[in-house]
């Protein structure tokens, strides 16, 4: 019996010992989704120790070690399996041991220029079929298919990708502001609000020229916001431009070409915190030791893009020209009267307002929408400032040196800390809710009317807020996907300094092309392109390398935004302007590339060679005058 005994014992002590020796691999677990050679934190990798014929090693607990991985914490194979914690990918290669086997793996990471291909799908598709929804699901769909690498689970994987992407609070906020725009429109316009605007404003606007300009001047004073100038003025001049004859393609243009170039350039508006933030923590990280703000504002004169875009605006007005694809919307629009082409779609279903105006005849009374309007910029503003004032409550030591340095840094860092979505939606609701209140008051509307009309307005936007979820959608995509990163990679960092703000001019333009954001642009560029400039500190070139790339960063993150289908302030212009979004793009497009090569030929190239700034601009609105009058025509 004792021998027995010895025997079991005897064979419990070497059974580990054998079985470890038994291990010949280790195999790697990857999570669903799929990874990044330069992700961080990625959760859900798991590793196996097995034998040679594939069978898990249970009684193997020696401490792993890893070559290209990244760890937070120590692990071993307790009962064969591990899962790894927060792995950072800091290699296409790695390697796993335990001190006697070594297994090398590959990270499965998609390569970098198929990361484009949704985006590259759902613009070509726009542009060959000029059906956006199904443009912009496609885009999705294959992004869920390159993510999971499941053809069958793709559809059910781009559905998650739109839920999730919706359920973010800050664009339900977004989705919540535009159908309360709806709603208003749909109130003003019945009410007899609208027409009295229009009237009034017919008096001076009393052709395409004037119509052109006041719509321009409308979006300049609408400074603050970018998405809420896309729907108030979109929304307000609609009727005046109709009336005057002016193609829906041409107001969404007016429209997008106002609203974020003014925005990105404001002194105040609910851009300049961010922007002043990124850039730097992008300058504090490179080690350059300049105040943000202050770099912002020396960069003021060289947003070239920016710049021509707004001016060019007013150029086309003026001259009475136009080129392309918007001389041949112009020309229709006169000619046959026609705002939108034959079988256009536009993304706001302007008939439902027609339909309910012309069920009722209320007197023209410009108050019942002017009033409200006022109330949606004023609240805008004081939300605005009353939650930056909040902000600066919890941060007073910034606050105290914005105040020390001036008024406008003082409103700058307000604004820039603002609650600008919830702005968007309490002034949204509290004009709304002005103008039905004011339609019941003045006799103009009984409340079931009002609250009729308001509805419609609703209905108005569903599309819009489709596409809008789309839009945002394949920007998550694009996201998961990097390819940000990988356009950024494109351009590597062996760049001489006269040419470093132009290629990052075009590298910002791409990016935001690709991905639909200039935020995210901003996000994913600054970091990449400020450590560059550091390495050219101490030349005698140095501030105008600086402030030249980092308004480079912001100007083609607008450009690459203005042609971008995908983009959602361009959906938003085609919302506001009731305007088909396909050839809202369209039409855009050559305007927008026109001043971008400008900007680039005479704007940042000859910046960069020592050239002041502002005369550069002028040079660039003579370029443009001389473009115009040597290609445009009258579409008269």
């Known amino acids: 019996m004792r021998l027995l005994q010895g025997i079991l014992l005897f064979l419990s002590l070497l059974t580990p010992?054998?079985?470890?020796?038994?291990?010949?691999?280790?195999?790697?677990?990857?999570?669903h989704r799929r990874v990044w050679v330069g992700a961080t934190g990625v959760e859900g990798v798991k590793v196996r120790a097995v034998d040679a014929e594939g069978r898990l090693v249970k009684d193997h607990a020696r401490p792993l070690r890893f070559e290209g991985l990244t760890l937070t914490a120590s692990?071993?194979?307790?009962?064969?399996?591990?899962?790894?914690?927060?792995?950072d990918l800091t290699s296409a290669a790695f390697t796993i041991?335990?001190?006697?086997?070594?297994?090398?793996?590959?990270?499965?990471?998609?390569?970098?220029?198929?990361?484009?291909l949704p985006a590259l799908l759902a613009i070509v598709l726009a542009l060959t079929t000029r059906q956006v929804l199904l443009s912009l699901f496609g885009g999705v769909w294959l992004g869920a298919w390159l993510l999971s690498g499941s053809f069958l689970g793709a559809f059910p994987g781009s559905l998650d990708i739109v839920t999730a992407v919706v359920a973010d609070g800050d664009k339900i906020k977004i989705i919540t502001f535009t159908l309360l725009m709806g709603g208003l429109v749909g109130i003003i316009s019945?009410?007899?609000?609208?027409?009295g605007i229009v009237q009034a404003v017919a008096r001076r606007a009393h052709d395409a020229r004037s119509g052109s300009l006041a719509t321009w001047g409308m979006g300049m004073l609408v400074?603050?916001?970018?998405?809420?100038?896309?729907?108030?003025?979109?929304?307000?001049?609609?009727?005046?431009?109709?009336?005057?004859?002016?193609?829906?393609?041409?107001?969404?243009?007016?429209?997008?070409?106002?609203?974020?170039?003014?925005?990105?350039?404001?002194?105040?508006?609910?851009?300049?915190?961010?922007?002043?933030?990124?850039?730097?923590?992008?300058?504090?990280?490179?080690?350059?030791?300049?105040?943000?703000?202050?770099?912002?504002?020396?960069?003021?004169?060289?947003r070239y893009y920016q710049w021509l875009a707004l001016i060019f605006v007013v150029v086309v007005a003026i001259m009475g020209r136009d080129f392309g694809p918007m001389l041949k919307a112009e020309r229709r629009a006169r000619r046959e009267g026609k705002l939108i082409r034959d079988g256009g779609a536009p993304l706001m279903d302007a008939g439902l307002m027609k339909e309910a105006e012309a069920s009722l005849n209320a007197p023209p009374?410009?108050?019942?929408?002017?009033?409200?309007?006022?109330?949606?910029?004023?609240?805008?503003?004081?939300?605005?400032?009353f939650t930056g004032l909040d902000a600066a409550a919890s941060d007073p030591a910034t606050y105290l040196a914005a105040r020390q340095a001036g008024l406008t840094r003082t409103l700058g860092f307000i604004l820039g800390n603002a609650a600008s979505y919830d702005a968007l939606v309490y002034a949204g609701a509290a004009s709304a809710s002005l103008a039905l209140v004011l339609s019941v008051v003045a006799k103009a509307l009984s409340m079931e009317q009002s609250i009729t009309a308001?509805?419609?307005?609703?209905?108005?936007?569903?599309?819009?807020?489709?596409?809008?979820?789309?839009?945002?959608?394949?920007?998550?995509?694009?996201?998961?996907?990097?390819?940000?990163?990988?356009?950024?990679?494109?351009?590597?960092?062996?760049?001489?300094?006269?040419?470093?703000?132009?290629?990052?001019?075009?590298?910002?333009?791409?990016?935001?092309?690709?991905?639909?954001?200039?935020?995210?642009?901003?996000?994913?560029?600054?970091?990449?392109?400020?450590?560059?400039?550091?390495?050219?500190?101490?030349?005698?070139?140095?501030?105008?390398?600086?402030?030249?790339?980092?308004?480079?960063v912001l100007a083609g993150a607008v450009f690459g935004d203005h042609c971008s289908p995908i983009s959602d302030t361009t959906v938003l212009s085609s919302i506001a302007s009731a305007s088909d979004h396909v050839d809202h793009t369209r039409t855009q497009g050559p305007y927008a590339v026109l001043c971008a090569i400008v900007a680039l030929i005479f704007g940042y190239i000859p910046y960069s060679l020592g050239a002041p700034p502002w005369l550069l601009i002028g040079v660039g609105t003579a370029v443009l005058v001389g473009f115009l009058r040597m290609f445009g025509e009258n579409p008269d």
Not at 17 to 31: D, G, I, K, N, Y
Not at 291 to 302: N, T
Not at 365 to 385: E, Q
Request: glycine content about 10%; aromatic content about 8%.
């Open 365 to 385: 009374r410009w108050w019942l929408a002017g009033l409200p309007l006022v109330v949606l910029v004023g609240t805008v503003l004081a939300v605005l400032v």
């Open 223 to 302: 400074f603050f916001d970018d998405y809420a100038s896309s729907l108030l003025i979109g929304t307000t001049m609609r009727p005046i431009t109709d009336r005057l004859q002016i193609s829906r393609e041409k107001l969404s243009y007016i429209v997008d070409s106002t609203a974020a170039p003014i925005s990105s350039l404001a002194l105040i508006s609910t851009w300049i915190g961010y922007e002043v933030s990124v850039l730097g923590d992008a300058m504090k990280a490179a080690g350059i030791q300049r105040d943000p703000y202050e770099v912002f504002l020396s960069g003021l004169g060289s």
């Open 454 to 552: 308001f509805v419609n307005g609703l209905r108005a936007m569903i599309l819009a807020v489709v596409v809008l979820a789309l839009a945002w959608s394949i920007g998550k995509v694009m996201d998961d996907l990097k390819a940000g990163a990988f356009v950024a990679e494109l351009a590597g960092s062996a760049i001489p300094a006269w040419a470093l703000s132009s290629v990052t001019f075009l590298l910002a333009a791409l990016m935001a092309f690709a991905t639909g954001t200039s935020w995210g642009t901003m996000a994913i560029l600054f970091p990449i392109v400020i450590p560059v400039v550091a390495l050219h500190g101490g030349t005698a070139g140095f501030e105008s390398v600086l402030l030249g790339t980092s308004s480079a």
């Open 97 to 116: 041991g335990d001190g006697v086997i070594e297994t090398r793996h590959e990270v499965p990471a998609l390569a970098g220029l198929w990361s484009l």
């Open 190 to 195: 019945v009410n007899g609000g609208t027409n």
């Open 17 to 31: 010992h054998l079985a470890s020796a038994q291990v010949t691999r280790f195999e790697v677990t990857w999570p």
């Open 75 to 87: 692990v071993s194979t307790a009962d064969g399996v591990a899962e790894l914690p927060g792995v």
